[in-house]
């Protein structure tokens, strides 16, 4: 695989801050020690307060996404990059997590907003790698910070290649209260994200367009040309074309979202829905 042709994780990721045996007994204890590599490996700006940060996210809404994951995030103004940290937690712990189950592996992602498209990318990589259970159970065998990180690099580039994409599927329609139905292996909604990332990469690349261009027209490939229709008049229109919903706002309008309408979107991950009064793509993390 030549590099830059896919989404680049291992610019996201370091092996200092991974904690490969965590002793927890409370979320709190988790998102704590996950601050606190952080905070030890990055010059973080001053004023710049994760930690109350990610703890004002977590209060909205648990980020215990189920199978074991658990995604504490935050938007931190005054941060230049996209930070992470991770941790494994062998003996579990209570997250509040969506199936109630406990938490075993954690990562933390803080982004400034000026790159959500490329958090919510990462992030839908993340969530899309670990809703398979046996790749929850094959990063808990890994014992060391660098087993971790590669164990972890392997299985997100993995979601990323094009031999996991399939062929362009019959058109569907897009509905702001009804799910559309896919066939596919990878959802429409996250190759909508993939696609807006991707196209802001091209969009800001000095090198590699003509790779970029072909992962683009690949991905544009796959998505029913209602879809596109839709995600394309949002571009032009009014971007971003997709948001994530935190708590109950939807990302693109900050408007209040129906109690109803969240728990659909929050609970059937793989459709796709708009958001009711902005229309744009929404996806919850």
């Given at each position: ?9 291992d ?10 045996s965590?002793e ?5 204890e ?7 590599v952080?905070?030890?490996e990055?010059k973080?700006p001053?004023?710049v ?5 990610i ?26 990059k996209?930070?992470?940290?991770v ?8 997250f509040?997590?969506?199936d ?12 400034p ?10 992030a ?15 990063i808990?065998?890994?014992t ?25 599927r ?6 702001e ?8 292996s990878?959802?429409?909604?996250h190759?909508?994200?993939r ?35 839709h ?22 309008c ?17 459709n ?14």
């Open positions: 695989m030549k590099k830059g042709q896919y989404m680049e994780f610019k996201y990721f370091n092996m200092r801050t991974i904690i490969p965590l927890a007994k409370t979320k709190q988790v998102i704590s020690a996950l601050v606190e952080i905070e030890k990055n973080i001053e004023g307060n994760i930690l109350s940060s703890i004002e996210r977590e209060s909205v809404d648990s980020t215990g996404l189920g199978n074991g994951l658990a995604l504490p995030h935050a938007g931190i103004r005054d941060l230049n996209i930070i992470t940290a941790a494994r937690i062998p003996d579990g712990i209570d509040v997590a969506q109630r189950k406990p938490v075993f592996f954690s990562i933390m992602i803080c982004y907003p000026s790159q959500n498209s490329v958090y919510l990318s990462l839908a990589s993340i969530s899309k790698v670990f809703h398979k259970k046996e790749n929850i159970q094959t808990m065998k890994q060391t910070a660098k087993e971790i990180y590669e164990k972890l690099l392997e299985l997100l580039t993995k979601s990323d290649e094009p031999s996991k994409l399939i062929p362009p019959k058109k569907t329609s897009v509905n209260e009804k799910p559309v139905a896919t066939s596919s990878i959802p429409e909604i190759l909508l994200i696609l807006q990332f991707h196209e802001e990469e091209l969009k800001n690349s000095t090198r590699g367009k003509k790779q970029l261009q072909q992962k683009v027209d690949n991905l544009r490939a796959l998505i029913s040309e209602r879809t596109l229709q995600y394309d008049k949002l571009k032009a229109k009014r971007p971003p074309a997709v948001v994530p919903i935190e708590g109950d706002r939807c990302h693109g900050y408007m209040t979202l129906h109690t109803d309408f969240v728990q659909r979107v929050r609970q059937e991950t793989d796709l829905y708009t958001c009711p009064t902005c229309r744009r793509f929404v996806y919850w993390i």
